[in-house]
């Protein structure tokens, strides 16, 4: 399978509706691949809270529209990142839109842990309370947004629901890059499946953003990095490589913790 992650140059300056129709051209200039990934809150911006009000759009608005028709054209699964969601009882939500080849809208997540420590998306945004996974041609991909990043357990959830490949959409911060390496590693290792970690880049509201898009492998190999700025990470990923690792270091058989297995009491 060849996933193109394409790490946008978020900026201030640019309309959502210009940037909608930028992403939409990246996705067909993809046509060659098989799966393609855009980050979090491209339109408006992981960090600017204050647009989120008039920004918000639903999961079918302007973004899904223009999503559709550059997967239908490029003939590719697109995992689109996320929107500024209006769910229809008016709450909003960081949501991640996810279409097929057709361009059918075939899954969305709402973003389970919201950023911001009682303030911006923490306060603003409500919280998801469904993992996704979105089987693809020869991988299961489990569906993750940004601050999702520093919860092992919602993970490990999506390989117990059948994930093979980890997608992380994000809008992390430069300053703490190093941080966004060492989980995505993290995750992968401990999952022994292929994490797929897309952030933007630019500067927006602010705050610079990390870039530094990866792919890495079950066996925590990075496969391919992206440097600070926009462009596109193209990889060709091996699906058997999945079960060849958990055969050859069969880590997750051995799990104990989390499994129903009943405390023994202290003396």
């Known amino acids: 399978m060849r996933a193109s992650l394409i790490q946008m140059a978020v900026n ?99 973003k389970i842990h919201r950023f911001g420590f009682d303030e911006g998306e923490a306060v603003m945004m409500g919280a998801g309370t469904e993992l996704v996974t979105v089987p693809v041609p020869d991988l299961t991909l489990g569906v993750t947004t940004c601050y999702d990043l520093r919860f092992p357990e919602l993970y490990r959830g999506l390989v117990d629901a059948g994930a093979t490949a980890l997608v992380v959409s994000a809008g992390w911060p430069a300053r703490r890059r190093a941080h966004w390496r060492l989980l995505a590693q993290a995750r992968a290792v401990e999952n022994q499946a292929y994490v797929l970690a897309l952030a933007c880049a630019g500067e927006h509201a602010g705050v610079e953003l990390a870039g530094h898009s990866m792919v890495v492998d079950p066996w925590g190999e990075v496969l391919a990095e992206a440097g600070p700025d926009e462009e596109v990470l193209v990889v060709d990923l091996d699906p058997a490589k999945v079960a060849d690792t958990r055969e050859q270091f069969p880590a997750l058989k051995d799990r104990v913790l989390g499994l129903g297995v009943p405390g023994r009491p202290r003396a």
Request: proline content about 6%; hydrophobic content about 35%.
């Open 12 to 110: 201030e300056g640019e309309s959502a509706d210009s940037r909608r129709s930028r992403a939409g051209a990246l996705v067909r200039e993809q046509s060659g691949s098989d799966l393609v990934v855009l980050p979090e809150l491209w339109p408006v911006g992981a960090f600017d809270y204050q647009r989120f009000e008039a920004e918000a759009e639903p999961v079918d608005g302007p973004t899904c529209a223009q999503l559709s028709k550059a997967a239908r054209d490029a003939g590719v699964w697109l995992h689109g990142g996320s929107i500024v969601e209006r769910a229809p009882d008016g709450r909003m939500y960081n949501t991640t839109l996810v279409l097929d080849p057709a361009g059918e809208l075939v899954a969305t997540y709402r």
